[in-house]
């Protein structure tokens, strides 16, 4: 039986867990061309060695990144996403100024 370390609910089956694919940083979808947000959200390098990766524990729904060296399969080290992020990303639109009707 395989376990995964999770940062929030500590060693636990491999089965609870789904993977969300490598992590990789995001451009500015603001000023980023279609082409770098298309090879944003659809590539991976898919290297052989410790990648960086998203995984989530399915129970809890709670999203974090492992470390994980892609041709062993052994599990380097797991760890919260405040690590790396230090800021939320607004994806909003920026708000239209409104029209004046006389």
């Given at each position: 039986?395989?376990?995964?370390?999770?940062?929030?609910?500590?060693?636990?089956?491999?089965s609870?867990?789904?993977?969300?694919g490598?992590?990789?940083?995001?451009?500015?979808?603001?000023t980023?061309?279609?082409?770098?947000?298309?090879?944003?959200?659809?590539n991976?390098?898919?290297?052989?060695g410790?990648?960086?990766?998203?995984?989530?524990?399915?129970?809890?729904?709670?999203?974090?990144?492992?470390e994980?060296?892609t041709?062993?399969?052994?599990?380097?080290?797991?760890f919260?996403?405040?690590?790396?992020?230090?800021?939320?990303?607004?994806?909003?639109?920026?708000?239209?100024?409104?029209?004046?009707?006389?």
């Amino acid at each position: 039986m395989k376990i995964m370390p999770c940062p929030l609910n500590g060693p636990r089956n491999i089965s609870e867990f789904t993977y969300g694919g490598e992590f990789k940083p995001m451009p500015d979808p603001a000023t980023c061309s279609d082409a770098e947000w298309a090879d944003y959200v659809f590539n991976s390098d898919n290297r052989a060695g410790v990648v960086t990766e998203w995984w989530m524990h399915n129970a809890s729904s709670y999203w974090f990144l492992a470390e994980r060296h892609t041709v062993t399969d052994e599990i380097v080290r797991t760890f919260d996403p405040k690590e790396v992020f230090t800021q939320r990303v607004d994806f909003a639109a920026p708000a239209k100024p409104q029209e004046i009707v006389a």
